[in-house]
């Protein structure tokens, strides 16, 4: 299966966070799945920990592809198709990193990993939290 994983699920799979329930530590840990992170995420970490909204143990333009790699996340860019889903999507949820994230799983066929349950009421794949 393929998976894109949402901003705050990344952080906890880093962290050891207990949020993150066990399942989908090993689903991320599982080599025979293809995880992605994507580009949004990174845009969202930097903007938030430069409002000093999220503190991180360095800067996140180093630390998050540094990590991601880390763990063999792959990078999910952002590409034409996806922001053009954006023209598609109802307008239920004002941020705009989880509607970029949404559409980029539509686009590519991703199913998003996230405990934001407003991700249900679009077309995309979410998987089932344990």
């Given at each position: 299966m393929k998976f894109l994983l949402d901003t705050h699920v990344f952080l906890?799979?880093?962290?050891?966070?207990?949020?993150?329930?066990?399942v989908w530590r090993d689903t991320i840990r599982q080599p025979h799945h293809e995880v992605f992170l994507s580009v949004v995420s990174l845009w969202e970490t930097i903007i938030k920990y430069r409002l000093d909204k999220l503190p991180l143990p360095e800067s996140p333009e180093r630390y998050l592809?540094?990590?991601r790699e880390r763990h063999q996340i792959a990078n999910l860019p952002l590409d034409e198709a996806s922001v053009k889903q954006l023209a598609t999507l109802a307008p239920i949820h004002r941020d705009p990193f989880d509607r970029m994230l949404i559409c980029q799983a539509i686009e590519h066929g991703l199913t998003i990993i996230t405990v934001d349950e407003v991700f249900r009421s679009y077309p995309a794949l979410i998987l089932d939290y344990p």
């Open positions: 906890w799979f880093l962290n050891g966070d207990g949020r993150l329930p066990a592809p540094a990590q």
